[in-house]
């Protein structure tokens, strides 16, 4: 026997779906109204040299992301190989990724107005170097949205948010 739901029925139906379709929409806009243009800034501290047989040489630094603004700042990063969300802006240094990641997700930070978030980075030096040149090391900030739920699609917009970069001063390798 087909059960025909009534009128009072499908009309419960199509509110509900309606009002999920709206949610998503709002929710969607909500980050993206608050996560536009952030006022970041990255700061950089020295914190050692290093050498090891598998890496070469590498140069550690304390990063500092601070939310200079008047509102919570929103981002997401990778759970474990979190130092995919750094760059350089020199061919010759190079963001080193030491983390063994048998699991890594994608996590979903906030820095309220005046606080910061902090990480750990390492950066290559590659052959070549001069000692007179400078470099820098980038933050790609990478907004929350509701399409975003897996690893995959957050390197692939890493790859392609050359503008959301928050850059540090500039750096030498000591």
Known sequence: MLLIPTIKQRFTIALIFWLLV????FCT???RLYCHEPN?????TYTGKWADKYYGRYYSYHA??????SDTIYFINASCSFADAFTTNHKKAGILNRNNCYKNGILCYSIAPGSSHEYDVDVQQLTGWDDTTT???GFIWVEPI???DNITRFHD???NSPN???WSEKLKFR
């Open 40 to 44: 970041l800034q990255l700061t950089l």
């Open 64 to 69: 500092l992301i601070t939310n200079k603004g």
């Open 157 to 159: 917009r890493i790859k």
């Open 135 to 137: 470099f820098r090391i």
């Open 22 to 25: 709206a949610s998503m929409i």
């Open 146 to 148: 509701a399409e975003q």
């Open 29 to 31: 806009s909500f980050i």
């Open 164 to 166: 959301n970069v928050v």
